[in-house]
């Protein structure tokens, strides 16, 4: 069964950090991964993505803050977070993009997002 599997949320303070893993299991992650997020309330977002061969893209709230990474042996996208405040309380998601690349991954369709991994930022 080809899946993505969501790890490493939790409870952490504002101003903590979390590692976010991304598994595949049954494939190999050669397209373009993203990790989008779903705040209470609110409309799910694609917050960074990672190509093929590494190239990375943010949006604006968590650019400077959080760093998408892969490791291809591992087959395991990851999403380091730092510095972390309450609006990016959120279940998080990852997900294969259609392509090699990270071009329109934030229009990213699913019927089916799987059950992510919530970040809650709370003192």
């Known amino acids: 069964q080809l899946q993505l599997v969501e790890s490493g949320g939790g409870l952490v303070q504002p101003g903590g950090s979390l590692r976010l893993s991304c598994a595949a299991s049954?494939?190999?992650?050669?397209?373009?991964i993203g990790w989008f997020r779903q705040a209470p309330g609110k409309e799910r977002e694609g917050i960074s993505c990672?190509?093929?061969?590494?190239?990375?893209n943010y949006a604006d709230s968590v650019k400077g803050r959080f760093t998408i990474s892969r490791v291809n042996a591992k087959n395991t996208v990851y999403l380091q977070m730092n510095n972390l405040n309450a609006e990016d309380t959120a279940i998080y998601y990852c997900?294969?993009?259609?392509?090699?690349?990270?071009?329109?991954?934030?229009?990213?369709?699913?019927?089916?997002w799987g059950q992510g991994t919530q970040v809650t930022v709370s003192s």
């Open positions: 997900a294969i993009i259609p392509r090699r690349t990270c071009s329109a991954y934030t229009s990213l369709q699913r019927d089916d």
């Open positions: 049954g494939f190999t992650l050669n397209n373009a």
């Open positions: 990672i190509s093929s061969n590494g190239g990375t």
